[in-house]
């Protein structure tokens, strides 16, 4: 018979495979790959680390840049409990657990610094829970994000925490951290250069989804090193990161807008064919169009903003792919036309004048007086009829009485709105001489 201790229980557990990103898990912040800028001695985690001083923070940055193992390591370089919880998964029950258990710790002598990812997704309600544990020193909390953090965390928890900016890893950095990879795995990987370039561009940034790349690759039974073409068979090109409402969003529309004001049809076609590529409904991208034409166009290319109309038309009528094409010519026309913002800037000052001097009446010259009190009382009188006047100008005041004559309209001298300055030009030394006689 058996012995009792013989049963499979008390018998060492052999361990399973470990997925090679936990493998490669740094174990000093010295083997963390990328954030220099901030891990350095001169950077804003290595400052604290140095003084021995280290406050709560919020992690912001892409997928895989390293936010969960920086907050391991910070625990592990000040001697802190580390707790790890998300966003996604915890209740308020969960919360209160967590935070009595840091509570009894500290009173045991051991601080605790309480991880919190995807920190975003707690409301604001939540979010202020963190606040009186932050404050007594019962946790010391890392929040990461992929957000950003001025959208979606309330002002009092940023108040108490430092913003990290974490950065997304450039080749250099994946292409080291394909080097210990292999070094782990201990052999090369079946690629050729052009292929192991591609690899490193379909991670797009993110270590944790090349290091997936790499165990697929690192998996094919294959006799002779694998090209690009081969590769773009076998694997797929990871999505680009684009949250059509996050802040990815505002920052891909921004860039695209910018480009068109710079006048760069290539940069605006990248950035118009990336948002394409995101997923971006090209409607969307109609309408900013054809607000650019209105705001940084206007009147010195009046045809910028017909060509956005007519764009989004045919867009329209053709749908996607096709109708595509003609955004994409709108992009190109806004780009290379005259810019100018006079009229936007016009608008804007005549908005804030009219707000200030918004109980003025206009001048009685111009009032309409269609019954016999009002023209009794001086409506109407004085009015000039500009089609009866020498050279079909009157050179009358339309502002309010008593009103200083503003000038909010000033044409630059670029495309159309030459014309236009001279147009104004010539109104305003007529009506100086109308009114001067």
Not at 93 to 109: T, Y
Not at 193 to 216: K, S, T, V, W, Y
Not at 265 to 279: N, V
Request: with cysteine.
């Amino acid at each position: 018979m058996a012995d009792l201790f013989d049963s499979p229980s008390a018998a060492p557990r052999a361990e399973g495979p470990r997925p090679l990103a936990d493998r490669l898990r740094p174990q000093r912040l010295s083997d963390v790959i990328g954030q220099g800028h901030v891990l350095s001695r001169e950077g804003p985690l290595g400052a604290m680390l140095a003084a021995r001083s280290l406050s709560s923070l919020i992690l912001w940055g892409p997928p895989g840049v390293g936010k969960t193992t920086i907050a391991r390591l910070l625990a592990a370089e000040t001697d802190l409990a580390f707790v790890q919880i998300s966003a996604i998964f915890t209740g308020v029950p969960d919360l209160k657990k967590v935070f009595e258990q840091a509570r009894i710790r500290r009173q045991n002598g051991q601080g605790t610094l309480l991880f919190v990812d995807e920190i975003h997704r707690f409301n604001k309600a939540q979010q202020d829970g963190f606040l009186p544990h932050m404050e007594d020193g019962t946790i010391l909390l890392v929040g990461a994000t992929t957000e950003n953090p001025s959208f979606e965390l309330n002002a009092a928890l940023l108040s108490r925490a430092q913003v990290i900016v974490l950065e997304r890893l450039s080749p250099t950095d994946l292409e080291l951290m394909a080097q210990r990879a292999e070094k782990e795995l201990a052999r090369n990987l079946p690629l050729t250069g052009e292929a192991r370039e591609a690899m490193l561009d379909m991670a797009d940034g993110d270590g944790r989804a090349l290091l997936n790349l790499i165990e697929q690759v690192a998996a094919w039974k294959v006799d002779r090193p694998i090209d690009r073409a081969a590769l773009a068979q076998r694997l797929m090109r990871r999505a680009a990161k684009y949250d059509k409402s996050g802040e990815e969003h505002y920052n891909l529309i921004s860039a695209l807008h910018k480009s068109i004001r710079g006048s760069d049809p290539d940069a605006a076609l990248y950035w118009f064919a990336r948002m394409l590529e995101g997923g971006e409904d090209p409607r969307f991208l109609a309408r900013r169009l054809t607000r650019m034409a209105v705001e940084d166009i206007g009147l010195a290319d009046p045809q910028a903003q017909e060509q956005c109309v007519a764009a989004w038309q045919t867009y329209e009528r053709l749908g996607s792919p096709e109708g595509e094409l003609a955004l994409a010519n709108a992009v190109v026309y806004l780009a290379l036309a005259p810019k100018s913002n006079a009229v936007y800037v016009a608008y804007k000052a005549a908005r804030a004048a009219a707000r200030d001097t918004g109980s003025l009446m206009p001048p009685r010259h111009i009032l309409n007086a269609p019954t016999k009190l009002m023209k009794e009382i001086g409506y109407g009188a004085g009015y000039a009829y500009d089609h009866e006047a020498e050279d079909g100008f009157s050179g009358q005041d339309y502002f309010p009485e008593g009103m200083k004559r503003p000038v909010f309209y000033a044409p630059p001298e670029r495309g159309f709105e030459r014309e236009l300055k001279k147009r104004v030009e010539y109104f305003a030394k007529l009506r100086a001489k109308r009114q001067g006689g």
